[in-house]
């Protein structure tokens, strides 16, 4: 029986002889080229994985700092708001002119804001999905209702029939009013809702409410506020006007009351009659009235004429012409009398009688 080389041949369990298979070891070459791939490889991931991360926190510091400036505009324009609802509801002692310079404020304070949310850099999702441009609606809603309440506010407050003037004050209102429901309403959940799909968290969108009071464009509320306003001892109506001077025209002569003139009989004849609104209410039809009464007539000559409105500390002056001059060297007796206009109490200073002699 021959002798086996265990170094040839081995036997597994069922005793088929098998030949020994040697060991394949990969070239060196191409275990440092796998080695290179490797560490590729995990460059690349750490690259992505870096610039993911660098997108996703300059991405976060864009959408915070438009929130941030969202918000430090809203404050500024909330404040307008309660400063408004404070001039409407509990006005204190106040005037028309202290009214007037409180609007004024508002309103340019309102345009300055409005146009710095133009001016504001958004992230462009917000822009894409339309949640930026309601910013600027909102924005110019505020700005828009304050420039348009103020005339209409004022206007109430120099006439007596106020029915228009309030129907105008809640329009204006409406959109103060409006801006409040588009920005809690709309852009609100719509920019939450970006910030959400971008899962951008802590960074919130920031809380409005210009009128605390969202029903006070209802005309009912408008024209309490109104009355109220009205009721206020330096806003209650004040009217009359008051003759300031007359001039007659072609001799530049002031006449003075009680007082005889010679003036020149002319066919361009006229007398420049100056009224002043010495109330704090606007006059329509402000009449004005000559009257000549000569002595050779018994039938007084008289005109009349119409100043169509007179605003409060406003002074116009007419010219009246239409009187015929008297026969020469005639005394005649001149009388110009301006309105009375209604609820006037005080008519001394409404008139004035002088002497007048035409001469060629």
């Known amino acids: 029986m021959a002798n086996r080389n265990e170094d040839d041949t081995d036997t597994d369990l069922t005793g088929v002889r098998r030949k020994r298979r040697p060991k394949k070891v990969l070239p060196k070459p191409l275990l440092r080229l796998l080695a290179v791939l490797a560490v590729i490889i995990v460059i690349v991931v750490v690259i992505v994985v870096a610039a993911r991360s660098a997108m996703s926190s300059g991405e976060a510091a864009d959408y915070q700092r438009y929130m941030t400036e969202v918000a430090s505009l809203l404050e500024q324009s909330d404040a307008l708001g ?98 409040d429901f588009l920005y809690n309403e709309v852009f609100v959940p719509r920019a939450t809702e970006v910030l959400k799909a971008k899962e951008l968290t802590g960074i919130t969108v920031p809380a409005s409410d210009f009128l605390s009071d969202h029903d006070l464009a209802a005309k009912t509320k408008v024209q309490e506020i109104v009355a109220k306003l009205k009721s206020i001892g330096n806003l209650q109506a004040v009217h009359g006007v008051a003759l300031k001077k007359v001039v007659a025209s072609p001799d530049e002569i002031e006449i003075k ?62 010219t009246v012409q239409g009187l015929n001059p008297t026969p020469y060297g005639e005394v005649a007796q001149l009388r110009v009398e301006v309105g009375p206009v209604p609820g006037e109490k005080v008519q001394d200073n409404n008139w004035l009688e002088a002497k007048i002699i035409f001469k060629l």
Do not use: C, W
């Open 82 to 179: 309660q400063e408004l609802f404070t001039l409407l509801t509990d006005p204190g002692d106040t005037n028309r002119k202290d009214i007037q310079t409180r609007l004024d404020r508002l309103v340019v304070t309102s345009a300055k804001l409005a146009d710095e949310a133009l001016a504001l850099e958004a992230p462009s999702d917000l822009i894409e999905n339309g949640v930026h441009q309601f910013f600027i609606l909102i924005m110019t809603f505020r700005k828009d209702g304050l420039a348009d309440l103020k005339p209409s506010l004022m206007n109430a407050l120099e006439v007596q029939d106020t029915e228009v003037t309030a129907e105008q004050i809640s329009h204006a209102l409406a959109y103060l009013t409006n801006s």
């Open 257 to 318: 009351r009680g007082n005889t003139h010679n003036l020149t009989a002319s066919d361009e004849f006229a007398l420049l009659v100056t009224v002043e609104n010495q109330g704090n209410m606007a006059e329509k039809d402000v009449p004005i009235v000559l009257t000549l009464l000569s002595p050779s007539s018994v039938d007084p000559q008289t005109v009349e004429a119409t100043i169509p409105e007179l605003k409060p500390g406003e002074t116009v002056t007419a």
